[in-house]
């Protein structure tokens, strides 16, 4: 049976989603969650609501999907613990340290892959297998083809998003809010940009990046023949009545194999969306997919007040128990009680007497017994035997029914046993000594020069199609001693991985044997193909343990998060060798949607188009491997004048990236990080190497 995944953002969500009858629901406790600013838990409400949900058959998963620290990793584990010891079902995790780390503290525990992880092919839902993972959680970004694909295939459960908020960007790959304000997304504080306004090639487009709600509401059956097997809703910063009343209406046509009717359509426009519902990426068209959010009205407060008097004082009878009670002379009565899932109670009460007058049935004793209003039981078996000419009073029956109901209760809500050992310790490593190499990355052929391929990089990272359309580019950087690495695309689906498996083939062919990877779904397509990897920021390596796993991997480097401090990258122990980008225009945002057609109403990716925000700064958006925009900080990140910081950090590699620089530029910018030139861009930052992210 396919289950039904609610969010609960407060104790009251959790009640607000069981009885309106989700199969489990997710939950956020501690910081280390990509929803800090819902109520969330304490590690009291975490228990009791635990205890609460087992009880009733619904299972727990609780949000550990945040990038941590080195010196959060100790927390974070323990938050796990606490979560896995009281009886959580799964965590969701994005950090690939944090999992390594779980994994071995907490072998028993299930870990699901959060869509923090940009799951978007098969090849990334067996990476995440081989780590661990027993569930996956993919892109929202997919259509019911791949995702079909991908559940047919894959070796672990998958778990598609059904309702709820659409971000711009794929999930853990927007460094927006935390570029512009510090509130990183990838540590549960996003800002939502996305949601605010902007402007398009000098004109106002009002809210270009706003999406509108997804909705499958009617597709659920679509999406239970295809193999998945957890539908979840998206809320847990919305209101527990808003909880309350979309779960009821999925939780409905699930049970009943229908789609919803047009009344409960209208009351899930009622409680909230943006101009609208879209399933414009399950249908692979992304057309009329923007919106925004209007203003509530009495009739979704009339909504939520009825949904919430409903779940405050009914209690939904979910959990099927089946009864046999035994009445006979000279003994007491006695009782068993026993669910689907193994549990069984046994108890007694008094001694019957005889009957003065008619004395007990066993159609009176089951009529007793199957009472359990009030209780989260639903008698479907209820079988008694009576010997003639007892009475017994209803009282007795009835406090027998309920000391049955108490111990069931009770038995149901202990939390499993499981195995629990210490963090494991920090890996080793060790510091790069010396200055960094050189790494010159550029985004198009243009910026590939004579000039500078005299500047010798140590490597020269281009994107794939770029270096397998025109390789001659490169043999003037290969003639000077440079390593060519060829540049995956951080988002490449199923159906597109063939072009990218076939560029990267015919590079191995050329002599290039190295490939920097941004996303997991991309590491054995590119061994494949015969290359050695190397980890790009894609992957959020913010910890030693997750630069760990990248070694395991074997993978020959990573880069740094950019939303490291300097002093965070130095601390790291680097197990393996360590990059960091110190020059150019960070990316923002990675989105299926094209800014760019949407600005000027045609397709013309060969020519960046401009956003401008309310303060005026304006930021560089260029098509990216399969009609993908990607959205530049509108400030470069400038280190030139930081030498003895970067050296300092212990970093093997320091990458340029070039953006929108022309040829001319790059190589400006080159010899300015190499103290033969006085290049400073006009408006620059320092990134989040100095000041960190919340």
Known sequence: MIELLSPAGSPESVIAAVQNGADAVYLGLGNFNARRGAKNFTDEEFIKAARYCRVRGCKVYVTL?????????????????????????????????????????????????????????????????????????????????????????????????????????????????????????????????????????????????????????????ELEEAGVACLKIEGRMKRPEYTAVVTEIYAKALKEHRKPTRAEMERLEQVFSRDGFTQGYFNGDKKDMFGVRGESDREAERIFTAAR???????????????????????????????????????????????KRQGLTETYLTDQMIKTGGTPYQVIENRARVDKGLFLPASAINDLRRKLISQLSEIRSEAPHRRAFSLPPMPRGMQAVGDPVRIYQIRTADQL????????????????????????????????????????????TDDQLPVIYRALEKLFSLGVNEALIGNLGQIVMARKAGMKIRGDFGLNMFNSWSLDVLREAGFLSATASFELRLSQIRD????????????????????????????????????????????????????????RNVIYNAHKLYLADKQEDICSAGLWGARLMFTTETARECVEVAKGYMGQSNYKPNVLTRGLYYRGVD
């Open 449 to 492: 020069s004579e000039d500078l391929a005299e500047l010798r990089p140590d490597y020269l990272y281009v994107p794939v199609l770029t270096m397998a359309q025109d390789f001659s580019l490169i043999e003037p950087f290969r003639e000077k001693g440079t390593v060519p690495v060829a540049v995956l695309p951080r988002i490449v």
């Open 572 to 627: 790291l122990s680097k197990p393996l060798p360590v990059e960091a980008i110190v020059y150019g225009r960070l990316p923002l945002m990675i989105s299926d949607q094209c800014v760019i057609k949407n600005s000027a109403g045609r397709c013309s990716c060969q020519n960046p188009a401009q956003m401008s925000d309310r303060m005026g700064s304006v930021f560089p958006v260029v098509q990216e491997f399969g009609c």
């Open 65 to 221: 999907n945040t990038l941590v620290g080195d010196r959060e990793m100790r927390d974070a584990v323990e938050i796990a613990r606490l979560a896995s010891d009281e009886g959580a079902d799964g965590l969701i995790v994005q950090d690939l340290g944090m999992a390594a780390a779980i994994r071995r503290a907490l072998p028993d525990i299930p870990l699901h892959a959060s869509t923090q992880m940009s799951i978007h092919n098969l090849a990334g839902v067996e990476a995440a297998a081989e780590m661990g993972m027993t569930r996956a959680v993919l892109a929202r970004e997919l259509s019911l083809e791949q995702i079909r694909f991908i559940t047919s295939h894959a070796s672990i459960e998958t778990e598609v998003f059904v309702h709820g908020a659409l971000c711009f960007c794929h999930s853990g790959q927007c460094y927006m809010s935390a570029l512009i304000g510090r509130r990183s997304g990838n540590r549960g504080a996003c800002a939502q940009p996305c949601r605010m306004q902007y402007s398009l090639g000098g004109r106002m487009d009002d809210y270009p990046l706003s999406l509108k709600d997804n909705c499958l509401v009617d597709r659920l059956q």
């Open 309 to 355: 008097r409903a779940y405050a004082e009914g209690e939904a009878r979910r959990v099927p128990v089946h009864f046999y009670t035994m009445c006979r002379k000279d003994e007491p009565i006695r009782a068993v009680v026993f669910d689907d899932d193994g549990h069984k109670c046994a108890a007694e009460g008094p001694v019957p007497e005889e009957a």
